[in-house]
């Protein structure tokens, strides 16, 4: 059966000799097959972890797709829905002072897309609300002129001022945790398939090709065609082949758990959808509250940046009509809100990818085993051990390089780790390091001192939460009984039995939140 065998190979060699892997004796095989079937052997061996790591690859590149496609649609909904609403409601009033929030998304998604490298967070959220309290001061303060002096005086004390209540800070921390928790687990997703990429194309040391050669077609060269390597044979020789992809298991794991982990705030307190989507309704509230504050916020300011000069320009006699707002702020409804972006929810994406992480896990480790089984291997004693037909004798030894120095079929040199390996668990434990710090709320490029949330509903604070901005700052320091500022005298209606002055005030409050917050619904 054996000459046969090998007469249908090709022909045989009696005593095998010169042979450089497989058996001396009996043979179909020279030394010139030898070399054919090495380079055969080595791309069956690279064949079962190219497909296994191009499947892992696809996995997340998908995920990261529809993560990334998520964020984003839901960044510009955001966008599209404050503009409607403030559009529909202000009109032109609106688009007089719509680049003030149209900067506000292009800076959130230059963050998200480019991180604090491109737009520092924290100080791109001042500034908006600075420009916004300058924006309203003017409006509810017409009858007065302000140069850029007065007005830089103003904004530099926007926290003391407290003329949003307490929703800058509240937005302000639910803004950085959701923004550093998406944009970070984004950045894990991406980086998984390079990753992948270039640890499965390590190629193979010439020890390893041998003992795959001799694994896989030695049984050809002595006419057992048909005959299959032990179990424990292939999983000795396969260890020893990805000794150095096994040594990247530990940082893998571990990245695997720091992305669950970040996944899970995702679904809570982190969540971008549930920042995101209500962001016009908040922003409405601290106009609102500006609008309600706003005498006293004047106030403030002629104390702290002295009295301005008249506006000799200003029609003391204009009316409410003239100003053009008599609406009031109306909350929205959730029904009347898109709920999903990309055609999906945050909760739903979390959940599905939480499965594929947790199955990516040990997947360097368990990639011999998932190798050497299936129609691979023959179970039992009849199986080529290496030599013969007949049961596999060795120990199985363990994955990793150190545990080669004892590898009886694969000549390892365990003083000499992959470069390339060496190198992506370098990358894997500084994505960890960025995954944990943001599960933690802070930016490894910025960090973010984590807070947390007043559980009551008082609108007394300033959007401001450092030792400078505590309630003991003489120099906006209100007294109980404050002076009111100069103003231009006006002439009392007899007919209305209300001075113009109030209506003047009522006015400039109503054209402040037409101008403002044209998306309040």
Request: hydrophobic content about 35%.
């Amino acid at each position: 059966m054996a000459v046969a065998a090998c007469m249908l190979w090709g022909g045989f060699s009696p005593t095998g000799a010169s042979l450089k892997v497989c058996p001396q004796g009996f043979s179909c095989c020279t030394v010139e097959m030898e070399d054919k079937l090495s380079q055969q052997s080595h791309a069956e061996i690279k064949a079962p972890v190219f497909r296994l790591s191009t499947n892992l690859q696809s996995t997340f590149k998908q995920r990261h797709d529809h993560f990334d496609k998520f964020f984003r649609e839901l960044l510009k909904n955001s966008e599209v829905s404050l503009h409607n609403m403030f559009l529909r409601t202000y009109g032109m009033m609106y688009m007089e002072n719509a680049e003030l929030f149209k900067d506000f998304f292009v800076s959130l998604t230059r963050y998200y897309t480019s991180g604090s490298s491109a737009v520092n967070l924290s100080s791109m959220l001042s500034d908006f609300w600075a420009d916004l309290l300058e924006r309203m001061f003017r409006l509810v303060n017409v009858q007065f002129e302000f140069n850029d002096t007065y007005m830089e005086c103003v904004s530099r004390h926007t926290d003391q001022l407290q003329p949003f209540g307490d929703v800058p800070r509240k937005l302000r921390i639910q803004i950085t945790r959701a923004f550093v928790a998406a944009r970070t687990f984004v950045r894990g997703l991406s980086l998984m398939p390079d990753v992948v990429n270039k640890v499965s194309t390590v190629s193979a040391s010439p020890s390893c090709v041998r003992a795959a050669m001799k694994m896989l077609y030695c049984p050809y060269c002595s006419g057992q065609v048909a005959l299959k390597p032990c179990q424990n044979y292939c999983l000795n020789v396969m260890r020893g082949c990805l000794a150095n992809q096994a040594d990247l298991d530990t940082e893998w794991n571990n990245f695997l758990d720091a992305m669950l982990g970040l996944a899970e705030r995702l679904e809570g307190p982190f969540n971008f959808e549930s920042v995101m989507d209500p962001i016009d309704v908040k922003i409405s509230e601290a106009i609102m509250n500006m609008q309600e504050n706003s005498m006293q916020v004047s106030q403030k300011v002629f104390q702290g940046c002295g009295t301005p000069k008249p506006n000799v320009a200003f029609r003391s006699t204009r009316s409410v009509r003239e100003t053009g707002f008599t609406g009031r702020f109306r909350p929205y409804t959730p029904e009347a809100r898109p709920t999903t972006a990309a055609g999906t929810s945050l909760d739903r994406l979390t959940v599905e990818v939480k499965k594929k992480l947790k199955h990516a896990k040990k997947f360097w480790s368990t990639l011999p085993e998932t190798v050497c089984a299936g129609e691979r291997i023959a179970p039992g004693d009849e199986c080529w051990n290496g030599t013969a037909k007949s049961r596999y004798q060795s120990d199985v030894i363990g994955n990793g390089l150190a545990n080669q120095v004892s590898n009886p079929d694969v000549e390892v040199d365990i003083t000499k780790p992959d470069v390339v390996i060496r190198s992506q668990i370098a990358v894997l434990k500084d994505m960890t390091s960025r995954l944990k710090a943001a599960h933690s709320g802070n930016d490894n490029e910025n960090s973010f001192d984590n807070e947390e949330e007043p559980s009551g509903d008082g609108e007394s604070g300033s959007g401001c939460d450092s030792p400078s901005c505590s309630g003991d700052d003489i120099y906006f320091s209100t007294p109980l009984n404050p002076v009111t500022p100069q103003l231009n005298p006006v002439h009392r209606d007899k007919s209305a039995g209300v001075s113009s002055q109030g209506s003047m005030a009522l006015a400039l409050c109503g054209l402040a939140l037409a101008l403002l917050v044209p998306h309040l619904r």
